[in-house]
């Protein structure tokens, strides 16, 4: 008997031996491809010898020392680097251990950035629906997925919640792309207003939403419209880019695509490369200048932020992202298996959306593709797929509840970098099949 807690207490699954590639190989010999990387997390996939050695190196070197005494060689490097690539403004870098402790910092740090600079009425927060922000209690909040805050609901932080935007199911018939993308953009103007400007500390936002939507992209012209309806009221832009940033859509950050700057972004998933946990909160020079300035130091901190072994692997993976060609390679890549997909599902009858950037794709499953009426949530499609997929060797990231927490139903994509031809269509064929069953159950 098991003395783990399971994340499901009625399934167990297989053990996992060992990692090669894109794939994962459990304790009977079975290969699974990584078609999702975990959760967007094994960028590099599995066994990669440079962040291992890398890993081996630091723990020779020293293991770990508190960032109360001491900072080290590796979050030094590894804070250069992002700093050297990162949006205009941004100016530094907060590890931590992985995303809900990014958007539970950034949340903390925007409250007290206010506090220092006089302005301590502002406290709310306006974020979107259908978002995921992690499980903290924070993030939590944040996070706009019905299904996930319902029992937890008392406890959440009073957090206005706007409409995403989400073209395939919101944008009117006859309305442009951008029009709707500047439609979708009013809600936030709209909501701080209703909450009254001054009040108002932040909004955040996911580039591009991942688990809980599957791979949604914005509107053009969205979000440099959102970035100037926070600007003239001095609220402050989160971009948590937990799940689609380090390289996922093809730029090292997500936000690049769309030309805005936010003031705090979230990173944390691909950055580790699943090699070790760590995540990180990056802010702009001036909300640094306003901590610097006033108390000078952050009212926060974890035991193990900034650990020498976690900065020392990601140091390597973003070394590996940038030095190795990888970004040209998910966008090479990512339009193969877009191409792959709209191959097998562009006509399938209960195939709505293919969507997505980069080598994070989305499918949305539809009962009728005319209406895009969704499968009744009973028929628990997705949980179909994914075990249907797991069955053929396929690791993908099924997820119900896309439109409203409750029903639509998606599939999302996110492999390795290093994934090849072969492997396309390997994850093409095994999707195909897994669908196919789930339907057909
Ligand atoms: N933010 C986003 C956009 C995510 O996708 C996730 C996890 O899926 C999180 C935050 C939370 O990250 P973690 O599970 O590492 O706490």
Redesign the pocket.
Known sequence: MSHVFPRHTKSLPPVVAGGEGCYLIDTDGKRYLDGSGG??VSCLGHGDPEVIAAIKAQLDQVAFAHTGFFTSEPAEALADLLIEHAPEGIERVYFVS??????EAAIKLARQYFVEIGQPQRSKIIARKQ??????IG?LSAGGNEWRRAQFGPLLLDISHIDPCYEYRLRHDGESLEAYGLRAAQALEDEILRLGPDTVMAFMA?PVV??TAGAVTPAPGYFKRIREICDQYGVLLIL?????GMGRTGTLFACEHDQVRPDIL?I??GLGAGYQPI?AMLCSGQIYAAIENGTGFFQHGHTYIGHPVATAAGLAVVRAILDRGLLARVNEMGGKLRTALDAKFGQHPHIGDIRGRGLFLGLELVEDRATKAPFDPARKLAARIKSEAFKAGLICYPMSGTIDGRSGDHVLLAPPFILNDAQVAELTDKLVLAVERALAA
């Open positions: 959760a967007a992985g995303g809900s402790e990014a958007t978002s995921y922000h992690g499980n903290t993030a996911e991942g688990a948590d880019e937990v799940m689609c979230c944390a998933k995540g």
